[in-house]
Every structure is written in structure tokens, then in C-alpha cells.
């Protein structure tokens, strides 16, 4: 099975700041990632596919980038909205696997 | 736009069969790959498996011996179910459609249902 590794696990951040959490494969996986948000009580919500395209209706000041073993989730200026906790995903292989997830919360 | 809507009982036995429906509505099934991923409370997501539509499917090995997962299009749904229940598939339960390019991502999920496995 494909490990995937994210860091932080746990991240303290403020409304403007530059936000980058960072997910790492045991393999590599291409840019066979995706990145999901997760809100307390809420399904995850697709935010970032094939490692790097936005998914439509996701706000620019998201981005992802990386190919083959590591990869990153960038949030330019962090709004109120976007407290969550955020999930790596690989679709490279069976069994697809997810990161351990980060939190990030308000400072 | 598509939705997708699980449905099935909140509370199951332990050794007995969990069983859970999605029913999809907004379009149409036979061009994406369906599946199911779970969350045990305060952890974090795991996929169970996968249906395309085709009708194969795709397991996770942790879970293979107790899963089965199938599709009924002319319903509109696809299901689960899992054997041999125990308090460590207390889980909210979520189905997702899986697009079908290669490394297809989840670009829709259901809402989830928490599912308690109880004695």
C-alpha cells in the first residue's frame, strides 16, 4: 500500500497568513493527487485534483503542486472560512489512501 | 447537478451486516466510477472500495474477506455491505462519484451517515 504522509498534523494560523501543508507518498504516485476539506460535521469537498488543477467553484488562493513523491496544498491569504481540516489523497494505485489529515485552526 | 444521498439503518449488531444504499439523482451513472469511504469519529477517511460501471470492483485488502460493493443502475444506486460487524466499523459512512480518468479523483459526496455498531 501507498503511505501517505502529511505535515503538520496540526497547524495554528492567523485570518492573511500564507498557509502550506505538505503531503509526502511512499512511492511516487505521478500527480496522481488530490486534496480535500473537511469542515466539522461536513462531508470532505474536492478542492484540488491532479495534484495542481483547482476544481471549479474553489477559490484562487487555493494551489497544489508536487509530482511524484511529494506534493504541497497552498493557501495564499487564509480566510475565516477556510478553518478545516485538509486531506491528501492518492488515486495512483489500489487501495486508493489518504493522508492523516491536518488541522488547521485559528491562532 | 448531481447529488448523492446514502441511506440504511444507524444502528447494527455486532457479527451482523451493515448494509447502506446511495441514491443518486441530477444525472446519469454510466459515466463515472462509484465508491465508499468511512470515518470512525474524531479519525481520519478511509476508502472501502470502489464500483465502476462496468460493474468491477475494487477493494480495500483490510476490509476484502467482509465487502461487497454493486451497482444497480436501472435504480439509480449503488450499495454496500459488511460482514461481521464489530465497534471498529463505527464509522460515518460516505459514498462518493469517482471520475474516470485515469487517477480519477471524488468529485461528489454524499452527506454521510453515522453508522454504530452496538451490543
Known amino acids: 500500500d501507498i503511505q501517505l504522509t502529511q505535515s503538520p498534523s496540526f497547524l495554528s494560523a492567523s485570518v492573511g497568513d500564507r498557509v502550506t501543508i505538505t503531503c509526502r507518498a511512499s512511492?511516487?504516485?505521478?500527480?496522481?493527487l488530490a486534496w480535500y476539506q473537511q469542515k466539522p460535521g461536513k462531508a470532505p469537498r474536492l478542492l484540488i485534483y491532479?495534484?495542481?488543477t483547482l476544481q471549479s467553484g474553489v477559490p484562487s488562493r487555493f494551489s497544489g503542486s508536487g509530482s511524484g513523491t511529494e506534493f504541497t496544498l497552498t493557501i495564499s491569504s487564509l480566510q475565516p472560512e477556510d478553518f478545516a481540516t485538509y486531506y491528501c489523497?492518492?488515486?495512483?494505485?489500489?487501495?486508493?489512501?489518504f493522508g492523516g489529515g491536518t488541522q488547521v485552526e485559528i491562532k | 447537478q448531481m447529488q448523492l444521498q446514502e441511506s440504511g439503518p444507524g444502528l447494527v449488531k455486532p457479527s451482523e451486516t451493515l448494509s447502506l444504499t446511495c441514491t443518486v439523482s441530477?444525472?446519469?451513472?454510466?459515466?463515472?466510477?462509484w465508491g465508499w469511504i468511512r470515518q470512525p469519529p474524531g479519525k481520519g477517511l478511509e476508502w472501502i472500495g470502489d464500483?465502476?460501471?462496468?460493474?468491477?470492483?475494487f477493494y480495500n485488502p483490510s476490509l476484502k474477506s467482509r465487502v461487497t460493493i454493486y451497482l444497480d443502475m436501472s435504480k439509480k444506486q449503488f450499495s454496500l455491505k459488511l460482514t461481521s460487524v464489530t465497534a471498529a466499523d463505527t464509522a460515518v459512512y460516505y459514498c462518493?462519484?469517482?471520475?474516470?480518468?485515469?487517477?480519477?479523483?471524488?468529485?461528489?459526496w454524499g452527506l454521510g451517515t453515522l453508522v454504530t455498531v452496538y451490543s
Open positions: 462518493g462519484r469517482r471520475t474516470t480518468v485515469a487517477g480519477g479523483w471524488f468529485d461528489t
Open positions: 441530477g444525472g446519469s451513472m454510466n459515466t463515472y466510477h
Open positions: 464500483v465502476r460501471f462496468s460493474g468491477a470492483t
Open positions: 512511492q511516487g504516485i505521478n500527480s496522481y
Open positions: 491532479a495534484a495542481s
Open positions: 489523497q492518492q488515486l495512483y494505485s489500489y487501495p486508493l489512501t
